[in-house]
T-cell receptor, first 117, second 112 residues
Framework: AQTVTQSQPEMSVQEAETVTLSCTYD???????LFWYKQPPSRQMILVIR??????QNATENRFSVNFQKAAKSFSLKISDSQLGDAAMYFC??????????????FGTGTRLKVLA | NAGVTQTPKFRILKIGQSMTLQCTQD?????MYWYRQDPGMGLKLIYY???????DKGEVPNGYNVSRSTTEDFPLRLELAAPSQTSVYFC???????????FGAGSRLTVL
């Protein structure tokens, strides 16, 4: 079974600085997808960024980028120029592909990010 | 364009009571999911469905039941509420080919 591990329960970053959130996962599949979701105090789940495992290039969305290390099964999220609005719970998630017939999204336990003014 | 709608938003139950959390999506998504989120924790998959008439257990199915009679609806049933089921419940849906999981706003359930 697939698992997702986030070993940092809480992180802090100074406004305008850069922070990296860690995520590791375990799977026997060769093709899959990885995601970072943001959950602000409103509780709404918001997709931040996604990565296809078959793509070697790391995904980037504005100030958010990932460092995807397939061999190490590592998928970290880097937030540049942190803003107060980035304060939230961040979840790493895994999903298989139709080849494996696995469409379950498996989530990590989350990292709470605090942004200091 | 409503997306995923969950009702109720809040509910307090007594131990042993039963209730159904409703989930409806208007995006014609094949896949639907129920997650629970305990305070300060991640999301645990309770049940999921790949289409009408097809459901399967997730990581924490005990104490819950689901049905999927239509593409749009995926209700979650709690038969004998227990304090351990106090949580926030999220319904979500997606197309398998589209890498976007759309969530509802969540339902906060307290069992006393």
């Amino acid at each position: 079974a697939q698992t997702v591990t986030q070993s940092q329960p809480e992180m802090s970053v100074q406004e305008a600085e850069t922070v990296t959130l860690s995520c590791t996962y375990d799977t026997s599949e060769s093709d899959y997808y990885l995601f970072w979701y943001k959950q602000p105090p409103s509780r709404q789940m918001i997709l931040v960024i996604r990565q296809e495992a078959y793509k070697q290039q790391n995904a980037t969305e504005n100030r958010f980028s990932v460092n995807f290390q397939k061999a190490a099964k590592s998928f970290s999220l880097k937030i540049s120029d942190s803003q107060l609005g980035d304060a939230a719970m961040y979840f790493c998630a895994y999903r298989g592909t139709h080849y494996s017939g696995t469409y379950k999204y498996i989530f990590g336990t989350g990292t709470r990010l605090k942004v200091l003014a | 364009n409503a997306g995923v709608t969950q009702t109720p938003k809040f509910r307090i139950l007594k131990i042993g009571q039963s209730m159904t959390l409703q989930c409806t999506q208007d995006m014609n998504h094949n896949y639907m999911y129920w997650y629970r989120q305990d305070p300060g924790m991640g999301l645990k998959l309770i049940y999921y469905s790949v289409g009408a008439g097809i459901t399967d257990k997730g990581e924490v199915p005990n104490g819950y039941n689901v049905s999927r009679s239509t593409t749009e609806d995926f209700p979650l049933r709690l038969e004998l509420a227990a304090p351990s089921q106090t949580s926030v419940y999220f319904c979500a849906s997606s197309y398998p080919e589209v890498l976007v999981l759309t969530f509802g706003a969540g339902s906060r359930l307290t069992v006393l």
